[in-house]
């Protein structure tokens, strides 16, 4: 799963970009908090796992542990909204 936020070519941003962009937000949201922590510190911050570990106060695997449960939460969720959709 990929979640660093590409810039748009021509500027303008389509209704599929905010789409989804909200549906990521919200799939973030519903983390618990420290993955929410973990993934926003490192994806969308981009920050390396051990400055994510710093901040977060915890060891690089513990960091590199909430970012793969996060990712899988997520894909999972995904799926089953595709189902529900």
Do not use: F
Not at 27 to 37: K, T
Not at 70 to 75: G, H, I, K, P
């Amino acid at each position: 799963m990929h979640l660093r936020a590409r810039p748009c070519d021509s500027g303008e941003e389509t209704d599929r970009d905010v789409d989804a962009s909200i549906d990521l937000r919200r799939a973030i949201a519903a983390l618990p908090r420290r993955q929410q922590e973990a993934v926003v510190l490192h994806y969308l911050a981009d920050l390396p796992v051990d400055q994510v570990a710093t901040v977060m106060r915890c060891e690089n695997g513990t960091v590199k542990a909430h970012l793969w449960k996060a990712r899988q939460l997520m894909a999972q969720r995904m799926e089953e909204a595709d189902e529900d959709a």
